[in-house]
């Protein structure tokens, strides 16, 4: 009687381990995107690892196509790695795995705090080079910044909103996320670009958590608070997208001037359409691709310049829909 007792609690045991066991292996995949088609690193010449801010967000999937394109050209083995959604805790857990795991250099998006300036601290003394790419924090010890001047693109997008609006204009901002840099890096340079334009007023800024279903929640919010709204800007990729969706439901026929970023297709759509009328273009393959040559160079040289800027232009209604010749500008 008491083998059987002993071999129910052996069984009842086991069943719970395995239980346990499969349950962590779920969550660890849920938590964390991580490839599972993984090369041999060993087989390339240096094992390179690219965190990015949220696993399939088509922003960071670009980043990713651009440095593939130069890992291939360039024996490289990259390693994409990102949070299932956007979170800078889990962020930083993957960048201390990668210094762990003694890759040869890590690309990131810069991420505010002490705790990314110390595990970037704690990859250079294990001789890792570590590059910031679309949001830099340059108190860090990152080696080199790549990406978009973030200051400098929304002075673009105030400067499109007096540029092509006349008498006062009550202007809603949506941002990705509050927490990241890069967004207030945009806010601040728009409030710098029409702050001195009495006409224009900021009215409010409200977030998107950087998904279109937020940007379009949150215009729904601002325009009920403020109907007297007549022009916004969205900061994040999404955002102008979302806008557009949250117009058509609580103001569908409301005249707004619309600043989206970036230039995902249905961005440019929605501009071809005359919904939204201009978007900050900046160049996530670019980034990708010059990041990961950044990262060959520093396995070599000691320094590099610090800060190297990718191209960040204003497209509009004129630049997307085709000419008489068949071309775009």
Not at 47 to 53: S, V
Not at 130 to 135: E, L, R, S
């Amino acid at each position: 009687m008491r083998s059987n007792s002993r071999l129910l609690f052996y069984t009842c045991s086991g069943v719970v381990f395995v239980i346990s066991f499969v349950g962590m292996l779920i969550y660890g995949y849920k938590t964390f995107y991580i490839e599972t088609d993984k090369a041999e690193a060993q087989d390339y010449a240096y094992h390179f690892a690219l965190i990015a801010e949220e696993t399939d967000n088509d922003y960071w999937r670009l980043v990713e196509e651009g440095a593939r394109k130069a890992a291939e050209e360039k024996d490289v083995y990259l390693e994409y790695v990102a949070p299932e959604k956007a979170d800078n805790s889990k962020m930083l857990k993957l960048l201390d795995r990668m210094i762990s795991a003694k890759v040869d250099g890590i690309i990131i998006q810069g991420i505010e705090g002490e705790r990314f300036i110390n595990l970037v601290h704690k990859g250079i003394e294990r001789g890792i080079p570590i590059i910031t790419t679309d949001t830099d924090v340059k108190n860090s010890e990152r080696k080199v910044y790549v990406g978009t001047n973030n200051y400098y693109a929304g002075k673009l997008a105030g400067q499109a909103i007096i540029n092509n609006t006349q008498g006062e204009q009550y202007v809603g901002i949506i941002t990705g996320r509050f927490d990241a840099i890069n967004q207030q890096e945009r806010i601040d340079g728009f409030k710098d670009a029409v702050h001195t334009v009495n006409r224009i007023h900021i009215v409010d800024i409200k977030e998107s958590n950087i998904t279109e279903i937020g940007a379009s929640r949150a215009t729904y919010s601002l325009l009920r608070q403020y109907p007297q709204i007549t022009a916004m800007f969205g900061t994040s990729a999404l955002d102008g997208i979302g806008i557009v969706n949250g117009l058509q439901e609580i103001a569908p026929y409301k005249d707004m001037y619309i600043v989206g970023f970036d230039i995902l297709p249905q961005t440019l759509d929605l501009i071809k359409q005359e919904k939204i009328d201009a978007t900050i273009a900046q160049y996530p393959k670019e980034m990708g691709y010059r990041s990961v040559n950044v990262m060959i160079d520093l396995q070599t040289q000691g320094y590099l310049e610090d800060q190297q800027f990718t191209e960040t232009e204003i497209i509009d209604n004129c630049d997307v829909i085709p000419k008489r010749n068949g071309e775009t500008k």
